[in-house]
């Protein structure tokens, strides 16, 4: 996942990555789009009165503009024409009156548009969402194992439709509008005057031409960036998602190197895209300069020739303007529309699967009721999510009606799979479950569901209160059915204890409540269900002593009559069923009563209970009584934890049962993260809240930037004067109109090229500006990533077990905060500067031309700039804030979705609709009333536009009329501060975030400025001469950071000595792994000392240290590069080739390395895929040789391998282990008999240790227990 959702950006379109990128991101999704007209395939008749309403407003606001143009010409004419004072005042009143009237139906219409679209937009999203989830809730378990999880749904809900609406709402007006100021400008301009206008078009394949020239050479550039970032992206994957193995062969440096290797190719295609981007502006500049150019000489030649008035000629080129960039506006919708239908095609397709196993069909059987016998016939299954690890081959379990069934065995052994296929999550691929005899796939889903009832060992609460709880049980429950059942679930008292009683809110995961007391409300909820048959996984294992009385008691209560099936690691609570089988691996091992069984005392259910009651004292120290089960959601925390403790803990269940421990600890690994939430690490704070970060210090990581920068400036202000001098110089050319024929002549000739000349300036400028600021913004890019990269991999492993810091959430962080922050410092610098120059030219321009005039035009000028700032944000789109509002729906949607098993179980998909859609209700009107508002907001913004404009005509023409100022200098004035405020208003729409830059900037910080508490790049500390190899473990205590309330080691002490080898026994999760880790220093202990050869490993230098150790694990990490180039990585990647083959040679790989076509060149693969596993792992085994280390660390090196490859790579390993220090951690005792020393480690303390055959013989001992427990497993 962590790919995928590095970051679900694929499709939020980053505004950092230039429009221009977006293009080939468009291209990639070509295949995965859906065809534009199917977003609104879920519109109903209001919608589509809506939008034709919508289409009419837009189109009628569209046209406005077009229009504006006439009457712009007729004042022209008005000023030109008429010599008299009077007649100008006049004449131009009229046109004034009609801007007047044209403001008042653009305010309209402009009204209708935005807000019939928005109101539409957030109706179709709001239905798409919850479509979504009803589907969601529909699916089958193993779409949840294989395809999706919580987090991708919830994005989806909160991210893709945000895209979607976007997509099909004001946008759609935005466009239409677009068009029709397009069609209407150009129709407008051929009326007029058709041949002038077909002059003017002669640029337009010259544009076309080098606009897509321009996005051709762009995009290659821009491709070549981004290929460039992928593969660095990957580099961060491969390193964090191993960080381990990097740690372990202090490949820091060589990652380090590698990553920057990749950045500075980016950084190039960078600048060469900033370049060209500039470049391409400049020549499109040019080229519109020069059509004006043309268009200023040949309307001279018309006025002349054909007759045309100055207000003729004025008109067609305004209206040819307004034509062409009302399509070059469409372009930020274009590719909203694009990311709404790359973001709808996953969403469309969800909608539309149907599931294997469909809890809304309605067909199959109902009957009466059933008796509860269930049967499993020849059983053949395996989980979806892994189809390759086979759970069940031919597994038969018979439970009469009426009867208690316990199953009991070592974890991942299969039991909580049995409850599973008897809830039909999910179906065999051979075999039969049947109830009655009758199969499972033959009921109604529905029905058959609503006859089982389960409690699980994690007990999902649903945030609502304790009555909506309980209620889940059984649709339309009476309050009294509701505290029936609390009574017989022992929760009847404690509920009235509390303050609420019965509506007591339970919190998110029902963290409000003690395990005792969600396991009890979890029970009341089961037995007002009132099921036939009832199932109980691990129903009190994770509750403390007291409260497993007074749950058990309630479960001995419900049991009476029903058939149930108990899964259970607490032997003691499945004494009285009627029947225990014992399962290992899958297969039934014995079967029979409590007393039946422990007459074999060899047999294996004696063995279970033995081990359990070994040590039972230390058992309780270790139990996790008060821990809030908040715990246990958290998949993601659970993968990173799933490395760090217990690489050989078996993971045969679905992933969803979290890996309890065997026996010992009662549920030593169920990973409680609300330790992630109480003991926040204080250096890990500021990504939380992010602190404003000063930009004095991006500035200052831009320093050796600055000539470039001041440069850049300069180019920028060049960049910005230039539609001023454009403004400056259309006033006197619309004066040069109305002279006698031939100033006519003469001036048309000088202005046209004057227009040359500007854009000459443009072609220079453009380019000059954006070269300079793409190398100050790709630098820093390129800093900031390296400095953050740098830090990450130097950071104590502890750090990556937290699921913020894992390898996607890094990733992401790396590549799109970086790109925030770009815009910080690099564009939009450039954007700033060349907009101050812009606003500040036109006023001086407007002040000069006339003060009286451009004064009253300054009192006006808020008003406009209040358009441009309302339509800028409208291009950004008020969607935005639709993600905000959606937060409290989003969380049904995350609980149910994160809690799918009870929601399936309970068949309670309606009622979870029926919560979402009532907390959608209210954003959705906030959604309508702020589209009502943006629609007045947008409404009033045109109106303003269009009377700003009518009274600096009137005003100028009364100036005129009393002879203060002429009419070039009204027009000055005008075009003066219209380009003014061009400039201010487009800075506000092109500057990206401010805010999202400076959070970025805060997150990158927080990385950098975090001191790593294990650092391997600090150089100080002791190195010995020669290495003997002796290892002390003193007193050591320790506890995982994540898990402070789960103790790992209490008082651990071990010598392993020089050039033996010490095997390490226990049960999964027993912390055999934890010693390894502590080692390498992974972690420090919390109290004790572990030494080296008498030194305290925390004095000696890290690098040194790890250098002297080499690594085997279970699943050995290899890194996506040629077998070569993964051995040499033992060395730093400095091997030689000798050194390689020797490597190779005593790992037992040289006949399989030379037997491949490619040799030692063979690319593994990512992670190694493309080797077997006895591959992989002698490959691993040789990387560790070449390091020639004087302690080797072997955990479960063999543990993933068949017979075969076990015999090939123990052959190897046993040739390596001789003369050096070795530690083993294994699970197949087989494998150990020969160590010098065994030491088994059991709740945190060593409690037998010595020679295989000294081990056997005690009585009783956890040893001999664990030897004869394999060997009555291997036997069957």
């Known amino acids: ?114 807000s019939c679209w928005m109101v539409t937009g957030e109706r179709q999203a709001a239905r798409i969402r919850g479509l979504y989830l009803k589907t969601i809730l529909r699916q089958d378990i193993a779409f949840f194992d294989v395809e999706t999880n919580t987090g991708e749904v919830v994005g989806r809900m909160s991210g893709d439709t945000v895209l979607i609406q976007d997509a099909m709402g004001e946008k759609v007006g935005k466009v239409l509008q677009l068009l029709s100021t397009f069609f209407g400008g150009f129709t407008i301009a051929f009326v007029k005057g058709w041949l002038l206008t077909l002059v003017m078009l002669s640029s337009i394949p010259l544009l076309v031409l080098s606009g897509a020239t321009m996005a051709v050479i762009i995009s290659k550039m821009a491709t070549r960036g981004q290929t460039a970032y992928a593969k660095a992206a990957t580099v961060v994957e491969q390193t964090i998602g191993s960080i381990r193995t990097v740690a372990s062969f202090t490949g820091e440096k060589q990652a380090i190197s590698n990553y920057n290797k990749f950045l500075v190719t980016a950084y190039k295609s960078g600048v060469h895209e900033g370049t060209a981007a500039g470049l391409g502006l400049g020549v499109v500049l040019l080229i519109i300069f020069c059509s004006y150019s043309l268009a200023v000489w040949f309307g001279g030649k018309m006025i002349l020739e054909k007759g045309y008035t100055g207000g003729v000629v004025v008109n067609v080129i305004i209206a040819v303007l307004t034509g062409s960039m009302s399509l070059g506006q469409a372009s930020p919708c274009m590719s909203a529309f694009a990311a709404g239908q790359a973001a709808a095609f996953k969403m469309f397709k969800t909608i539309n699967r ?98 089982i009832g389960l409690v699980s060992q994690e007990p999902v609460l649903f945030t609502s209160s304790i009555k909506d709880n309980i209620a ?45 007391q969600k396991q009890r409300v979890a029970i009341a909820r089961a037995i007002l269900k009132d099921p036939r048959i009832l199932l109980l996984d691990e129903a009190t294992s994770a509750l403390d002593a007291e409260s497993e009385r007074v749950v058990q008691e309630a479960l001995d209560r419900i049991m009476g009559n029903r058939t149930t099936v108990i899964v259970a690691h607490r032997l003691s609570t499945v004494r009285n069923a009627d029947t225990i089988a014992v399962i290992h691996r899958g297969k039934m091992v014995e079967k029979g009563s409590h007393s039946e069984l422990l007459r074999d005392p060899e047999g294996a259910y004696s063995q279970l209970i033995r081990l359990q009651e070994v040590n039972k004292e230390s058992e309780q120290v270790a139990d996790l009584s008060e821990v809030t089960p908040e715990s246990f ?74 000539p470039v920068l001041l440069l ?27 002279k006698p024929p031939d100033e006519l002549k003469k001036d048309t000739r000088f202005w046209a090229l004057i227009f040359m000349a500007l854009g000459l300036a443009s072609l220079l400028a453009s380019p000059a500006r954006t070269y300079f600021f793409s190398i100050a913004g790709c630098k820093l890019i390129q800093k900031i990533r390296l400095m953050c990269f740098s830090k990450v991999v130097h950071m104590e492993v502890g750090w990556f077990d937290e699921p913020d810091n894992s390898s996607g959430s890094i990733g992401a962080r790396l590549s799109v905060d970086a790109a925030s922050i770009r815009g910080l410092v ?104 702020q589209g009502l508002i943006s629609g007045s907001g947008f409404g009033l913004s045109f109106f303003f536009m269009f009377a700003v404009y009518a009274t600096n005509f009137y005003a100028g023409a009364q100036l005129v009329k009393h002879g203060h100022v002429t009419f070039s200098d009204v027009f000055q004035v005008f075009f003066g501060l219209t380009m003014a405020t061009i400039g201010i208003t487009q800075s506000s729409s092109f500057a990206p975030d401010s805010s999202k830059a400076k959070s970025a900037a805060a997150s990158i910080f927080a990385i950098i400025d975090r001191e790593s508490k294990i650092d391997p790049s600090d150089e100080s500390g002791t190195t010995l001469e020669n290495v003997k190899g ?15 309330d789960i103790q790992i080691f209490r008082d651990l002490s071990l010598s392993i000595h020089a050039g033996k080898t010490v095997a390490l026994v226990g049960e999964s999760g027993s912390g055999k792994s934890t010693v390894i880790s502590l080692l390498q220093r992974f972690y420090d202990p919390d109290s004790g000392h572990i030494t080296l050869d008498g030194v305290e490993i925390q004095n000696l230098q890290l690098k040194w240290l790890r250098q002297q150790i080499g690594l085997v694990s279970q699943e050995p990490v290899l890194f996506n590069e040629t077998i070569r180039a993964n051995i040499a990585y033992g060395k730093g990647g400095n091997a030689t080739e000798a050194e390689i083959l020797a490597a190779s040679e005593l790992a037992n790989a040289l006949k399989f390395i030379s037997s491949l076509q490619q040799g030692y060149d063979t690319v593994v693969g990512e992670r190694g895929v493309q080797l077997s596993g006895g591959q992989k792992q002698r490959v691993a085994i040789a990387r560790a040789i070449v390091k020639s280390p004087k302690i080797l660390l072997l955990d479960e090196a063999t543990s993933a391998l068949d017979a075969e490859s076990e015999r090939v790579v123990q052959d190897a390993l046993d040739r390596v282990m001789v003369n050096r220090t070795t530690v083993v951690v294994a699970h197949r005792l087989s494998t150990i008999k020969n160590a010098d020393v065994i030491a088994v480690v059991k709740n945190g303390v060593i409690v037998e240790k010595g020679k295989h055959d000294t081990l056997i013989n005690i009585k009783d001992g956890i040893y001999a227990s664990l030897v004869a427990l394999h060997m009555s497993a291997s036997a069957s």
């Not at 809890?359 to 299954?381: A, C, N, Q, T």
């Open 1 to 114: 996942m962590a790919t995928e959702n590095g970051f679900n950006g694929d499709t939020n379109l980053h505004k950092a990555s230039t429009s221009k990128s977006q293009e080939t991101s468009k291209g990639d999704e070509k295949t995965n789009t859906v065809p534009f007209h199917k977003l609104f395939v879920f519109a109903d008749s209001t919608d589509i009165l809506l939008m034709i309403v919508g289409t009419v407003g837009a189109v009628g606001n569209g046209l406005c503009m077009p229009l504006m143009t006439i009457l712009f010409g007729d004042l022209v004419n008005a000023f030109g024409q008429n010599q008299s004072n009077n007649q100008v005042v006049h004449v131009v009143s009229k046109v004034s009156l009609k801007f007047v009237y044209l403001a008042v139906g653009a305010g309209v219409a402009a009204f209708l548009q935005v």
């Open 712 to 738: 850049g400036t300069i180019a920028a202000v060049a960049n910005g004067v230039i539609l001023p001098i454009y403004g400056l110089l259309l006033s006197h050319v619309i004066e040069t109109f109305f």
């Open 826 to 929: 690099g564009d939009a610098l450039a954007q700033m500067v060349s907009n101050l120059a812009s606003a500040i030219a036109g006023l001086v321009i407007a002040f000069v031309a006339s003060w009286q005039l451009a004064l009253i035009m300054l009192g006006l000028v808020p008003l406009i700039g209040f358009t441009g700032y309302f339509q800028a944000n409208f291009m950004k789109g008020f969607s935005a804030d639709a993600k905000m509002m959606y937060e409290d729906a989003s969380q049904v949607a995350n609980d149910a979705v994160g809690s799918i098993r009870t929601v399936a179980s309970f068949c309670a998909e309606e009622k979870m609709m029926q919560l979402y859609s009532k907390k959608c209700e209210g954003p959705l009107q906030t959604g309508i009333k």
């Open 354 to 451: 149907k599931p294997e196993i469909d809890p809304y069909d309605m067909s199959g059987k109902v009957l009466e009721d059933i008796h509860g016998d269930v049967e499993l016939r020849d059983v053949y299954f395996s989980y979806p999510a892994r189809p390759e690890e086979q759970i069940f081959s031919g597994f038969s379990l018979s439970i009469p009606c009426g009867t208690t069934a316990a199953l009991v065995g070592e974890s991942g052994s299969g039991k909580s799979t049995v409850i599973s296929l008897i809830e039909r999550f999910y179906d065999p691929q051979a075999g039969e479950v049947l109830i009655d005899g009758i199969n499972l796939k033959d009921f109604q889903l529905r029905w058959i569901r609503g006859k």
């Open 472 to 516: 889940y049980g059984k649709e339309d429950a009476t309050i009294e059915e509701i505290q029936a059942a609390a009574e017989l679930a022992n929760a009847a008292k404690f509920i009235d204890k509390l303050p609420q009683g019965l509506d007591t809110m339970v919190g998110e995961h029902g963290t409000q409540l003690s395990g005792g």
């Open 1030 to 1044: 002796d290892i002390e473990l003193h007193h050591v205590s320790f506890k995982y950071p994540l898990r402070p």
């Open 633 to 706: 959601r958290q998949s993601s925390l659970r993968r990173s934890m799933k490395r760090s403790i217990s690489r050989g803990s078996s993971i045969g269940n679905s992933s969803r049962h979290s890996f309890s421990v065997s026996f010992g600890l009662p549920t030593g690994m169920n990973v409680n993260d609300s330790a992630t939430v109480d003991t926040e690490d204080p250096s890990k704070q500021p990504l939380k809240q992010p602190l404003e970060v000063p930009i004095r210090r991006l500035a200052y990581l831009n320093k050796p930037e600055i």
